[in-house]
């Protein structure tokens, strides 16, 4: 029993100082920051960042629209039936850019704050709408999946295009205007009627039609601004 | 004449995400010309309007240019049939520009081929549908084509991502090959195929097949003989690459007789080979180890040496052991072999067989029959080394001039004889016994004689 007792006690102590000095080595590989082509570290040019973040919402309208066709199965609402008055996405308050000509005549800055009005916009309700799927058994595991990973790639490509902001306000392409936003708060009241209102499927409706603004948006921005890349 | 029938909205497309196109069918007409329009109203935007041109589309369709097109948001269309008699309204059709796009084809695909060394391989170009702008990232085509033999069914589909061409590296010739491409913008909905393209792969690698057709055949045929050669020569091919490692041999011990002979010469061979050591072989080998017979003490003194080597060897087995065995081995004989006084001299050396003295086993001889111990007729020989005494006294009157008395030894393999004087020496004939190996011919005689028995006479 002593020997026992000793030969576990050992592993663990084995065991936590492993973990100590691997995390220690992680932090430690963690700490050199970039600066500007140091040897070693791989910087991405505004191009790169751009096909990234294009990447990202395209991915993320893609999954949108099969969370939407699968909603639309389940519930068969006849497309006719969303009454005009009723519906209302709850970004709709943010002026955008309705067509090509509309976005292309649009500032590069102003496009770029729109982009991330609307992404900003998007976080708690897909936080929500992510909840309520995982409550609601009449969806498999697949569609609560697909909220999830909805939800994270939103926060993620929030994140990609304040970088992207970050870098052209660096390179003097657009102006510091571009501040960071306000919360969504601003927006939509948590507690507010409209959310309450708003049903899972509206909400899937909306957020197609946001998640592919945002990759048309995107696009625009790039081949304006690095145009030789693939445009 | 009634009123006309409710039109039917069938649906829009936009084939570049910046303008589109509904179509409708009009119901029955009611006997009287009817009209029909088309009206819309549009989310984000107060009041109802017409649509803008009925024309560029068709007919009952019409068409929103790009200023009268906004995407993301709703359109909700209804088409109106009216006559002298009435109206007729469709049902309303919701539709965001979004949602209803599909492409026009790929235009001007064009097949190349491009005939390489070891096989042919197809490039397919094609271009954009014309109305699409990527120019300003505002739509990403992408291309998938697909690929059929002659007049197959079965379609092979590649996809070619934003590219503009594509080549297929697995053709065959002789071979028609039918190739289509169809594009999507983005997450829209596919393109048709575009038109047909045919292109027919030349056959001019039929010629090289029978060369190298004929070459395969004629390195097989090769091989395969090679193959059988070597099967049927193994044995020396085996012998050749791994040489057999000599084993032992016993001398006299025929191998091959032992295999083939009866158990009674087996046992003749084996036991004759025991109870005689193979010494005797041995002297075989030695030719040196001759007795020289000479009757001339000049000729030996100057040709001793030489004449080592001429005297034929083989004249006699007789075994060591037997002459070591002999027990009244008498001294007296030796002696007498010294008093006899020199010879003149006589040049001739033997050449011939010659005898030399044996001791024999006393023990052998049965009765009294022979006078003197030291000698004895041999009766015959058999095999190589049994001899069997004659036991009967007999006596040649006649002294041939073959025989010869023995003057003295001269070391070991040397005997000096007296030439022979007619009168003294009491010598009996062994000419009459036929000559064979071991030439052996004795007699009984009261004095040493070395008796011969020559082939030519010896004077």
Known sequence: MNGTFRSVSLVWVVLSGCLFFSSRRTSVCAAPICTNGKAGCHVLSLANLFDRV???????????????????????????????????????????????????????????????????????????????????????????????????????????????????????IISNSVSSLASPEDLLPSDSVEWQLMKDYVLLYCFRRDSNKVQNYLKILKCRIVPDHGC | MSAPGKPVLLGCRSPEKETFTCWWEPGSDGGLPTTHHLYYERERLEGTYECPDYLSAGRNSCFFNKNHTSIWVNYYLTVMASNALGNATSDPFKVDVMEIVKPD?????????????DSPCLHVRW??????????????????????????????????????????????????????????????????????????????????????????ILSVILFITAGFVLIMKRK??????????????IRGINSQFLKVAGSEDVSNALIFNQSFPPIHFVWEDQMEEYLNVTENEDWLSFNSQKRKKSLIPACFHFDSEIHCKESTCNQNEWEKDEEISKVDNNNKPFTNTGYVDFQRHVENVQGANVKHVDYSRIKEVKGNNVLILETENIQISNIPEDYHRVKEMEGDHLVVLQKQNAADINYTDCALHKPRKPHVCTESSNSGYVDTIPAPPLM
């Open chain 2, 236 to 249: 020396s091919v085996k012998h050749w690459v791994v040489p057999p490692v000599p084993g032992p041999k």
């Open chain 1, 54 to 172: 294009i990447q990202h919402s395209a991915r993320i309208h893609g999954i949108s629209s099969d969370l939407h066709s699968e909603f639309e199965q389940y519930f068969l609402p006849s497309k006719n039936q969303i009454g005009r008055v009723g519906r209302i996405c709850h970004t709709s308050t943010i002026i955008t850019p309705n067509g090509k000509e509309n976005a292309q005549r649009m500032a590069r800055g102003e496009l770029t704050e729109v982009i991330l009005k609307l992404l900003v916009a998007w976080r708690d309700p897909l936080w929500h709408f992510h909840q309520s799927m995982a409550h609601h058994h009449d969806f498999n595991n697949f569609s609560s999946n697909k909220a999830l990973e909805m939800n994270d790639m939103v926060h993620e490509l929030r994140q990609g295009v304040e970088k992207v902001a970050e870098k052209m306000q660096v390179q003097g």
């Open chain 2, 127 to 216: 271009r954009p549908p014309s109305n699409t702008d990527t120019k300003s990232g505002w739509v990403t085509i992408k291309y998938e084509l697909r690929v059929k033999k002659d007049n197959s069914n079965n379609w092979e589909e590649y996809m070619s991502g934003t590219q503009t061409h594509f080549s297929l590296y697995s053709v065959s010739p002789g071979v028609v090959y039918t190739v289509q491409v169809r594009c999507t913008l983005d997450h829209s909905s596919w393109s048709e195929w575009s038109n047909t393209t045919y292109v027919k792969i030349s056959n001019y690698l039929q010629n090289e097949r029978p060369f190298l057709m004929l070459i395969s």
């Open chain 2, 105 to 117: 084809s790929p235009r001007n695909v064009t097949l190349r081929v491009e005939e390489r060394k």
